[in-house]
T-cell receptor, first 115, second 111 residues
């Protein structure tokens, strides 16, 4: 079956602009996660959805970052007033129900470059 | 979640067993050891996890010491496609769903 997909694969924007990154999880997976990966570092947790609600948003760095999952499937990560420091690969993952021992399945990521 | 310590890089000859160590001396009794790997320009991929017993699947084996303060991931017959960054992660088996990645071990398989 299809894995986690993310669009766009690459995004170049200018400082101060608004961007939206999309994640399509594996069909039927109720848990969805966003991570951010800077060059040379491991992925860093941003937010976790269980269904439509954000169960843990402790990783969002500031209020410029926001994510939604209105129908419990597709999720959009929104970044306002982008800064050069937001440049990174944004990874999305999903798991069947979010139980602690479930495998998380990752998408290929969106590479964001803020000029 | 407990922190982990891994060597930054390792080499292994193709066809040999690759043994990747991980220290997690502050692991708690309800925490599992997970291994993920990340091939260049891809998202992380789950490999294996365990609590205290050794585990084996089609990809790898996981050896956890009796005191659970360290573990070793074994790729029995490494191929060039196993070149990747390998992450050892310790997390609770319930209630805390996020993965906390360190910087991992960059494993290079030498032809």
């Amino acid at each position: 079956g299809a894995g986690v997909s993310q669009t766009p694969s690459n995004k170049v924007t200018e400082k101060g602009k608004y961007v939206e990154l999309r994640c399509d999880p594996i069909s039927g997976h109720t848990a969805l996660y966003w991570y951010r990966q800077s060059l040379g570092q491991g992925p860093e947790f941003l937010i976790y959805f269980q269904g439509t609600g954000a169960a843990d948003d402790s990783g969002l760095p500031n209020d410029r970052f926001f994510a939604v999952r209105p129908e419990g499937s597709v999720s959009t990560l929104k970044i306002q007033r982008t800064e050069r420091g937001d440049s990174a690969v944004y990874l999305c993952a999903s798991s069947p129900s979010g139980g602690g021992r479930e495998t998380q399945y990752f998408g290929p990521g969106t590479r964001l470059l803020v000029l | 979640d407990a922190k982990t310590t891994q060597p930054p890089s390792m080499d292994c000859a193709e066809g040999r067993a690759a043994n990747l160590p991980c220290n997690h001396s502050t692991i708690s009794g309800n925490e599992y050891v997970y291994w993920y790997r990340q091939i260049h320009s891809q998202g992380p991929q789950y490999i294996i996890h365990g609590l205290k017993n050794n585990e084996t699947n089609e990809m790898a084996s996981l050896i956890i010491t009796e005191d659970r303060k360290s573990s070793t991931l074994i790729l029995p017959h490494a191929t060039l496609r196993d070149t990747a960054v390998y992450y050892c992660i310790v997390k609770r088996g319930f209630g805390n769903e996020k993965l906390t990645f360190g910087t991992g071990t960059r494993l290079t398989i030498i032809p």
